[in-house]
């Protein structure tokens, strides 16, 4: 079941990076680009958002009307963004009362005495003004009819009506006028300017977006210190690349079935990029970039909450969020972890950490065969810690080389000659009786160790244990890593299989069984507990 927003601790972020550029001194151009569904709308509204305490905005959008806008970004309602995405191509028009006593006037003569009666109205006689240069060659390039988007005699413009004006784009150009006035009227403050899309801009004008954004560069961004973003509904190397001081492309991928969000930073004039790819998602009608996963479990830790017991049929993972997307796992099941190469070990074991300390807190047994060597006089504090259990006798960790022979009461030393004699049904039985321990019992196996003890086809000889389990109605987690030589099997006999793997820095997981879309580990949490991630899925 996936949520309808995302979690509050991932509420939507844009990269840093972005909003470091837009503080820079002086004014930029940003091209943001990508087919669409990509997020370019999203990223560029999320811009404004993060932006808004800083720089006025004046949002442009020539593809869809705002009422449309906010049903796709319910968000922009509830962050009361409406006046200022409203500002795009309606400014003026708030002075309709006024105008309403012009109705004898010819629609053009109307839109003149619009833009006039607004910048009069914001002028004092010390007001800065902002450069026109360009705007004024190219409007009279316009009435001259000697520019077209496709090189023939005479203009090409449409007609666009709002309210009861009428705009002859053929005179002149509205939306860009009004935002040279919202320009002059914020300065000496900058002003963030958002086109979204230059394409549609460049359509509706019968001009080239190359010539709209050489305009506005020159006057606005070089001359006047603004801040522009133009979203551009292509991909790929295009000719609007060297026009802008940075490039973003957006890309939306296919994946196995699953889609994979990225963005990529191309250029930053003036910006050192270190980090130049990000993963996101869109999950609730925003963006969030995932940061790199950096996993560090505390020294000291308070005891872990345990996830509430919904039924007799079922067990938790340790982790509500991982129960919520993959569902609880079945009594009677064989559940498989599959770990990338590149996936820390410290994630590994937040998981081995949290499903342990919450089986053992309900009173369960747990029998345990690490996937890497473990220091086990910190698990035991770990776990002491974790459950607020001064003793385990429930807990057995399962050790082949018996260097720790009688030093931890959980350590129990097995003879590594053969795996089917080491994880006998009956010895673990009667190990988990003994301690007092209830049903369902929990096993956990480390493949990748079990094969550099027992040899490659450990798999075989441990399907004994694991059958009994099963009968039983207990849980088997097998930990294996890509390269493992049991995986095809595991893959196999699993009832669920969930693959976590490294996504440049951030480790993503996706259900196999059942299939899920991928889901980033966010663990972000309060320094004094085991870090426990929530799942954000990549939507």
Excluded at 255 to 264: A, D, E, K, M, V
Excluded at 299 to 312: F, G, L, S
């Amino acid at each position: 079941m996936e949520p309808t927003s995302a979690p509050k601790n991932c509420q939507g972020k844009v990269p840093p990076i972005l909003l470091d550029f837009m503080r820079a001194p002086g004014g930029h151009s940003l091209v943001v680009k990508g087919d669409a569904g990509t997020g370019k709308t999203t990223l560029a509204l999320q811009t404004i958002e993060e932006m808004e305490a800083e720089q006025p905005n004046y949002y442009l959008s020539t593809r869809v009307s705002d009422e449309a806008l906010f049903r796709q970004f319910p968000w922009v309602r509830e962050q009361k963004m409406r006046d200022n995405v409203l500002k795009a191509g309606k400014t003026f028009l708030q002075r309709n009362k006024e105008l309403a006593a012009m109705e004898d006037a010819h629609p053009q003569v109307t839109v003149a005495a619009a833009k006039e009666l607004l910048r009069a109205l914001n002028r004092t006689d010390d007001s800065l003004m902002v450069v026109r240069t360009e705007l004024h060659k190219l409007e009279g390039q316009i009435e001259a009819g000697e520019l077209t988007e496709d090189g023939e005699e005479g203009f090409q413009g449409d007609l666009m009506s709002e309210g009861e004006i009428t705009f002859d784009l053929g005179i002149m150009l509205p939306e860009l006028e009004v935002g040279y006035d919202m320009v002059e009227t914020n300065l000496p403050a900058k002003t963030l300017i958002v086109v979204d899309s230059i394409d549609a801009l460049s359509e509706r004008y019968g001009i080239q977006a190359q010539r709209l954004v050489n305009t506005l560069q020159k006057d606005l961004v070089e001359n006047s210190a603004t801040n522009i973003v133009y979203t551009l509904e292509k991909s790929g190397k295009t000719d609007m690349d060297y026009l802008g001081d940075g490039v973003i492309q957006m890309l939306s991928e296919d994946r196995q079935g699953r889609r994979i969000r990225q963005l990529s930073i191309e250029k930053l004039r003036g910006q050192a990029v270190e980090r130049w790819k990000y993963y996101f998602t869109l999950n609730g009608g925003r963006m969030t970039v995932f940061d790199p996963t950096w996993v560090r479990i505390p020294e000291q830790m308070r005891p872990m909450p345990t996830v509430p017991i919904t039924d007799e049929l079922t067990v938790s993972s340790g982790n509500e969020s991982m129960d919520q997307y993959f569902g609880r796992i079945p009594r009677g099941s064989l559940v498989l972890w599959e770990f990338g190469l590149d996936v820390h070990q410290d994630v590994v074991r937040c998981l081995e950490l949290a499903v342990m300390s919450d089986v053992l807190q309900k009173g369960r047994g747990v029998a345990w065969l690490p996937m890497y060597a473990t220091d086990y006089g910190l698990v035991e504090r770990q776990m002491r810690m974790l459950t607020g259990m001064e003793n385990l006798p429930a807990m057995r960790i399962l050790d082949t080389q018996g260097d720790s022979a009688g030093q931890y009461d959980m350590v129990k030393t097995v003879e590594g000659e053969e795996v089917s004699q080491d994880l006998r049904w009956s010895e673990m039985r009667y190990m988990m009786e003994g301690a007092g321990a209830s049903s369902p019992y929990l096993s956990i196996l480390g493949y990748d160790a079990m094969e550099a003890i027992y040899g490659s086809g450990v798999f075989r000889d441990s399907l004994e244990h694991i059958d009994a389990m099963r009968r039983g109605g207990h849980v088997v987690i097998a930990i294996a890593s890509s390269r493992s030589a049991s995986l095809d099997a595991l893959r196999q006999q699993a009832k669920l299989h969930i693959r976590f793997e490294d996504m440049a820095g951030c480790v993503m997981a996706a259900g196999m069984k059942p299939n899920t879309p991928y889901l980033y580990l966010d663990f972000n949490g309060p320094e004094d507990r085991l870090p426990v991630p929530k799942l954000v899925p990549m939507i």
